[in-house]
């Protein structure tokens, strides 16, 4: 069974950037059939799809966080990433790993809170 | 991309059944047999009990169902237990390799 486990800072000052790191286990990126994603959950609320990358390093961003992002992906480190630039108080969210093998996102991490502030 | 709509809240007592809707538009819900339902307990990471409108992942009991008609997905729970309180969102593929969730609804049992 994969597991996803998300790694980062917890505190991020404004203007900075948020660098996350998803480290998969029980499973290896290369091998195909899933996208490898990220999810937020900001303090109380919804859920907010964020983009996925496959192990080729094709990547596909939510519309409205695509200028500031960037997922990359280490196979052999089974890791894939997430970098979000010029980070605000509003993307104070729990970040989460989740994999999707077209049949919803199936395997989640257990999140991790990022905190925007200085 | 705006979220889908969902109810804030419902509740049922035990053994009942509780209905949540899930509404998008064409581009999402309406386009695609891709809408998938997860349940979120406080403090956990949301868990996928239903994809493709209508199935359930191996472990799901057959007390959760799911239905779709134009751009609104429904999410059935029969035979409510106290475990089932939680809050549940959905989701659909919304083109061009886009997700979106919905707002998300808290089931109370009463």
């Known amino acids: 069974q994969v597991q996803l486990q998300e790694s980062g800072p917890g505190l991020v000052k404004p203007s900075q950037t948020l660098s996350l790191t998803c480290t998969v286990s029980?499973?290896?990126?290369?091998?195909?059939?899933?996208?490898w994603s990220w999810i937020r959950q900001h303090p109380g609320k919804g859920l907010e799809w964020i983009g996925y990358?496959?192990?080729?390093?094709?990547?596909y961003y939510n519309p409205s966080l695509k200028s500031r992002l960037t997922i990359s992906v280490d196979t052999s480190k089974n890791q894939f990433s997430l970098k979000l630039s010029s980070v605000t108080a509003a993307d104070t969210a729990v970040y989460y790993c989740?994999?999707?093998?077209?049949?919803?996102?199936?395997?989640w991490g257990q999140g991790t809170l990022v905190t925007v502030s200085s | 991309q705006s979220a889908l709509t969902q109810p804030p809240s419902a509740s049922g007592s035990p053994g009942q059944s509780v209905t949540i809707s899930c509404t998008g538009t064409?581009?999402?819900?309406?386009?695609?047999?891709?809408v998938a339902w997860y349940q979120q307990h406080p403090g956990k990471a949301p868990k996928l009990i239903i994809y493709?409108?209508?199935k359930r992942p191996s472990g799901v009991p057959d007390r959760f169902s799911g239905s779709k008609s134009g751009n609104t997905a429904s999410l059935t729970v029969s035979g409510l237990q106290a475990e089932d309180e939680a809050d549940y969102y959905c989701?659909?593929?919304?083109?061009?390799?886009?997700?979106?969730f919905g707002t998300g609804t808290k089931v109370t049992i009463l």
């Open positions: 989740a994999t999707n093998g077209g049949e919803g996102f199936d395997y």
């Open positions: 990358i496959y192990y080729s390093g094709s990547t």
């Open positions: 989701s659909s593929f919304a083109g061009s390799n886009a997700y979106v």
């Open positions: 029980g499973g290896s990126i290369s091998s195909g059939g899933y996208y």
């Open positions: 064409s581009s999402d819900v309406g386009g695609y047999n891709y």
């Open positions: 493709e409108v209508n």
